[in-house]
């Protein structure tokens, strides 16, 4: 889906990439538009995809405009976020907390996601570290699989928070242009690097490689 960043929201290209995932799904591609003055997200919400663009040419955007408010020519496409949503497991137990997203979202439709791996990167000694050709990333896709196949990542963060370890802990590739959320228990708490190479995707947020995210 990288060769959608870029485009603006009428684009061909975007349009037919949203109706195969509805017509993978049976289900109304009914976007919900969230406006600020900075970005744009148009959200689909059965489909498990949220597209963030960012205003160009100089084009001043307003918090709670409509889809038919914007000015789609002066918005380019600038990350695309997917989701794992896990059904909840009833196990006799108290029922895990969703977070808002999750709430929102159901799951990506399409698996595996092919990821291709074409940046070259190298270690710390300068060495150019060999890497396969591409990611099939499934719906249980860990944190170590995500590892052994793009090596150990540029940025990373998460497993602490106010609430004893709250923020789930995620991992940014810069050159790839991939950042990863990893949900579930393995991904929160003060354990949560020891455990969290078992932890499972929740988010991966695709960008232009080479970007640094906020």
Sequence with gaps: MKHL???????????QYIDSLA????????P?????S????????????SLLFTPQNNYKLRTGLKLSELQQDNLSLDSVDIYNVPKPKDEGGEKPKASR?????????????????????KDKDGKAIERPPQLDITLETSGKDFVEALGEPDRKGGGTGPSSGSINIWCEWLNDGVMV???????KGPH??????DAVWKVITFFQPGSKRE
């Design 192 to 197: 949560a690097w020891e455990m969290g190479k």
């Design 23 to 30: 017509k993978a799904t049976n289900v109304a591609q009914i």
């Design 5 to 15: 960043l870029g485009l603006n929201p009428s684009a061909p290209a975007i349009t």
């Design 32 to 36: 919900d538009i969230k406006s600020y």
């Design 181 to 187: 959320e990893f949900g579930g228990a393995q991904a």
């Design 38 to 49: 900075d970005v744009v997200y148009i959200n689909y919400y059965p489909l498990g995809i």
């Design 101 to 121: 997203s999750e709430l929102a979202f159901t799951t990506f439709p399409t698996s595996p996601i092919i990821l291709p791996i074409t940046a070259r990167v």
